[in-house]
């Protein structure tokens, strides 16, 4: 699977957009970027995913560089509730490869 | 909505004594995983299963781990016997198939500690 790195850490503003960077510059053509999120001592949760074209749905909205080399996953109006670890992942095949993810801090 | 169901939420055993988890995944879905969280760190995929069958488990220490989907519905791991090291967050997920373009769904886990 191709690599993915994320900031370490960012915090954002309750009520603000808050926009997780991602760059996987080896993607290949059949890989898919997906988003989960892990709120502290909780199961990860699905947030989106695409292969080229942006998506939204009622969670976030993510946005593919045209070249496919770089993502952003936006949080249109963050809450408290929103602060977790937010993963990355650019997915091949079965496997969801998991890396360490950003710390998001929504901050009141 | 439909979840994935773990059980149990926290189990605390002693080394060198048996443990076993529990996974229900959401009705349907075909592929189930197994993942293991040590603090700090992402999940790290341990087995897969499409149906019955396992897909891969190249990452299981199957000196002391298995784990079995004998229905094809839910699924257990195992852990014998239990090491210090082993002490973790175990994630269960689950998909309709184990194409690409197909999303997981992870359970609560289980929080494991080995004393």
């Known amino acids: 699977d191709a690599k993915t790195t994320q900031p370490t850490s960012m915090d954002c503003a309750e009520g603000r957009a808050a926009n997780l960077p991602c760059n996987h510059s080896?993607?290949?053509?059949?890989?898919?970027v997906y988003w989960y999120r892990q709120i502290h001592s909780q199961g990860p949760q699905y947030i989106i995913h695409?292969?080229?074209n942006n998506e939204t749905n009622e969670m976030a909205s993510l946005i593919i560089t045209e070249d496919r080399k770089s993502s952003t996953l936006i949080l249109p109006h963050a809450t408290l509730r929103d602060t977790a670890v937010y993963y990355c992942?650019?997915?091949?095949?079965?496997?969801?490869?998991f890396g360490a993810g950003t710390t998001v801090t929504v901050r009141a | 909505e439909a979840e994935v169901a773990q059980s149990p939420r926290y189990k605390i055993t002693e080394k060198s004594q048996a443990v076993a988890f529990w996974c229900d995944p959401i009705?349907?879905?075909?592929?189930l995983y197994w993942y293991r969280q040590i603090l700090g760190q992402g999940p790290e995929l341990l087995v897969q299963?499409?149906?019955?069958?396992?897909?891969?488990d190249s990452q299981l220490p199957k000196d002391r781990f298995s784990a079995e989907r004998l229905k094809g519905v839910d699924s257990t791991l195992k852990i014998q016997p239990a090491e210090l090291g082993d002490s973790a967050m175990y994630l269960c997920?689950?998909?309709?198939?184990?194409?690409?373009?197909?999303?997981?769904?992870f359970g609560q886990g289980t929080r494991l500690t080995v004393v």
């Open positions: 997920a689950s998909s309709l198939g184990g194409g690409v373009n197909t999303e997981a769904f």
């Open positions: 080896t993607i290949s053509g059949n890989e898919y």
């Open positions: 695409g292969l080229k």
């Open positions: 992942i650019v997915r091949t095949d079965y496997k969801l490869s």
């Open positions: 009705s349907g879905h075909a592929t």
């Open positions: 299963f499409q149906d019955e069958s396992v897909v891969d």
